[in-house]
């Protein structure tokens, strides 16, 4: 069974641009959340969908968005890009919600400059 | 709110040596916790997880850890490392799988 894939793999933008990523979810999970990674702030949870719904979304600005589509394929956009938004972002995605273990992607690797 | 404490930031041990990484979590009821593996570069790998049932579990690559309520503690442990196992090492308490709340992380180094 194929895992978490992600794309792209890294990305490099500029201020003030938008990005989209995005993350396919192992074949029959339904669930998929998203993470970012730094060195300073470790791992940060974004927001979590589950049958196309966001079900719970963390700490972040506005230009932090997500959807999922009826596939369980999901994308994160970032708009107005800032230097801080530089980061690993990572997807998970799980078979159910409650209490079922979370399959991670590689990340995408972000850079914003 | 839910947290986590990985005390160690960084832990070095001869490889054959036996490894314990602390982790201390907040929660306000029975949690699900988890430890995860991360190799530069990677996404991040499930090494184990607790829900209920027996304090202590088993998970890939030999690890095994220890839930104590009393101590609000899920500490990960190996008898024996390899160079391989050299990597960082989070410590997670979630009320679910999908939200997540995670430790900063320890970073482990193995020597020859």
């Known amino acids: 069974k194929a895992g978490v894939t992600q794309t792209p793999r890294y990305l490099i933008k500029t201020r003030g641009q938008q990005v989209t990523l995005s993350c396919s979810p192992i074949?029959?999970?339904?669930?998929v959340s998203w993470y970012q990674q730094t060195p300073g702030q470790g791992l940060q949870f974004l927001f979590e969908y589950f049958s196309e719904t966001q079900r719970n979304k963390g700490n972040f600005p506005g230009r932090f968005s997500g959807r999922q589509f009826s596939n369980s394929r999901s994308e994160m956009n970032v708009s107005t890009l800032e230097l801080g938004d530089s980061a690993l972002y990572l997807c998970?995605?799980?078979?159910?919600?409650?209490?079922?273990?979370?399959?991670f992607g590689p990340g995408t690797r972000l850079t914003v400059t | 709110a839910q947290s986590v404490t990985q005390p160690d930031i960084h832990i070095t041990v001869s490889e054959g040596a036996s490894l314990e990484l602390r982790c201390n979590y907040s929660?306000?009821?029975?949690?699900?916790l988890f430890w995860y593996v991360q190799s530069p570069g990677q996404g991040l790998q499930l090494l184990l997880k607790?829900?209920?049932?027996?304090?202590l579990v088993q998970g890939i690559k030999g690890f095994e850890a220890e839930f104590k309520r009393s101590q609000s503690s899920f500490n990960l442990r190996k008898p024996s490392v390899h160079w391989s196992d050299a990597a960082e090492y989070f410590c997670?308490?979630?009320?679910?799988?999908?939200?997540?709340?995670f430790g900063d992380g320890t970073t482990l180094t193995v020597k020859p």
């Open positions: 929660y306000g009821a029975t949690p699900y």
């Open positions: 074949s029959g999970h339904r669930s």
């Open positions: 607790y829900f209920s049932g027996d304090t």
């Open positions: 997670a308490v979630g009320e679910r799988a999908g939200k997540s709340t």
């Open positions: 998970a995605s799980s078979l159910r919600v409650e209490g079922d273990e979370q399959y």
